[in-house]
Structures are given as C-alpha cells and as structure tokens.
C-alpha cells in the first residue's frame, strides 16, 4: 500500500548550523501535509503545514518545501537550537479522514 | 483550559486482562483520534471519531474498541490484552475545518505482559 516514509532517521547538527529532515510520500492524491516535533515523553506538537497546492511554506525559522513531481517533503530549521532536539514527523492526508504518518527522524543538535 | 487529557499516564497488564485507557478534551473539536506508537516508530491510527455516535477503524483496529457518547470523551477500550499492544497511546483532536492540525495528549505507556 501507499505509505509516508522518511530518508534519515537520524541526523545530528551542530548548534546554530542549518538543519534539514526529509520525507517521502507514495500517495499522488494526498494534499494536504504537515510537519511535528515530538519531544521525549511527550505527544507530537504541530510546526508547520502545507497544502498541495504550495512548493513552500515559512514560519518562524522553519521552512517546509514540497516537490510534488518526486514526492518529497522537507523540513528546514535556521539556525537550529538544543530546544530542536527531538523526534520530527511527516504526516500526510490522503482522501480520507485520517492523516498518516511516517516513522519520524531523530533530530541531534550538538553544543 | 486544559486541552487534550489522557489517564492514565502508565499502566502494566497481564495477558488476557481488560482496561479502558480515557480521553477528554475541552476544546470543543469534533475530531477525535487513538494512536499507537511502537519504540523508534511513527504513529499508527487505530480509530476515529467524526463527532459523537460516529466512529471508525483506522489502520490497526483489531483488538481495541471504541465509543464516542459525547463530544468531550473518547475512550479506548482493550477487552483481551496481549503482549502486542505493549505500545504508546496517543489520543487526538482536531477542529472541523480547513486545518488539519492535530492536537495531541500527552500518552499512556501501556506494558502487556
């Protein structure tokens, strides 16, 4: 079946450089995506989504991008921070009710 | 306001014993969603809820059940547990409308064993 899938699960940055997750998606009919943080023992936070019809979207130090040709998705945080640190997840919403979502990157950022 | 609320926070069973792991949420939001979330995984959709006396399977249904009396309660019930429902439980809401913003609760650890 068609799944949301990442290519990193895990990445790991030094404070202040740039960082950038990515996700893969099979489903040419979702519109509708959106990025979460999850921090450890804690539920998913929303950061950031995107409609099909947009390539880019900004919010504050974040950047989502989408390829709809390749089907890709990607997260872009300036200037990453130890408060970045977490699990980020992709989830997309195919036609239907329910988002999906992929199996997350882990997110490092090194003082 | 104390938004998406889940109890309890951890709970250990045995094999083959039963429990209803609750939400609530004060939001007003029609939409109301289970999640299971395995060690190093994503978050798998076990049922939703659309408003009340209106559920539905998600992707892993199999032993869980749900009810949706009211808008604010969404419980999860496990009749028969087994080891492979040792997870984390996520319980979600969403408003109706152009958004599709999740608002998440802070988990059950649940243990089978």
């Known amino acids: 079946g068609e799944s949301v899938g990442l290519h990193l699960p895990t990445l790991s940055v030094q404070e202040g450089d740039n960082s950038i997750i990515n996700c893969a998606y099979s489903?040419?009919?979702?519109?509708?995506f959106i990025w979460y943080k999850q921090e450890s023992g804690k539920g998913p936070q929303f950061i950031i989504d995107?409609?099909?019809?947009?390539d880019k979207r900004q919010g504050q130090r974040v950047t989502v991008l989408l390829n709809k040709t390749v089907k890709h998705l990607s997260l872009q945080i300036a200037a990453t921070q130890p408060g970045d640190s977490a699990v980020y997840f992709c989830?997309?919403?195919?036609?239907?009710?329910?988002?999906?979502f992929g199996a997350g990157t882990r997110l490092t950022v090194k003082p | 306001n104390a938004g998406v609320t889940q109890t309890p926070k951890f709970r250990i069973l045995k094999i083959g014993q039963s429990m209803t792991l609750q939400c609530t949420q004060d939001?007003?939001?029609?939409?109301m969603y289970w999640y299971r979330q395995d060690p190093g995984m994503g978050l798998k959709l076990i049922y939703y809820?659309?408003?009340?006396?209106?559920?539905d399977k998600g992707e892993v249904p199999n032993g869980y059940n749900v009810s949706r009396s009211t808008t604010e309660d969404f419980p999860l019930r496990l009749e028969l547990a087994a080891p492979s429902q040792t997870s984390v439980y996520f319980c979600?809401?969403?408003?109706?409308?152009?958004?599709?913003?999740?608002?998440f609760g802070p988990g059950t650890r649940l243990t089978v064993t």
């Open positions: 809820s659309v408003g009340a006396g209106i559920t």
């Open positions: 489903n040419s009919a979702s519109d509708y």
């Open positions: 995107i409609r099909s019809n947009m």
């Open positions: 939001m007003n939001h029609n939409y």
């Open positions: 989830a997309e919403n195919p036609p239907s009710n329910d988002m999906r």
């Open positions: 979600a809401t969403r408003d109706q409308g152009a958004s599709y913003e999740q608002y």
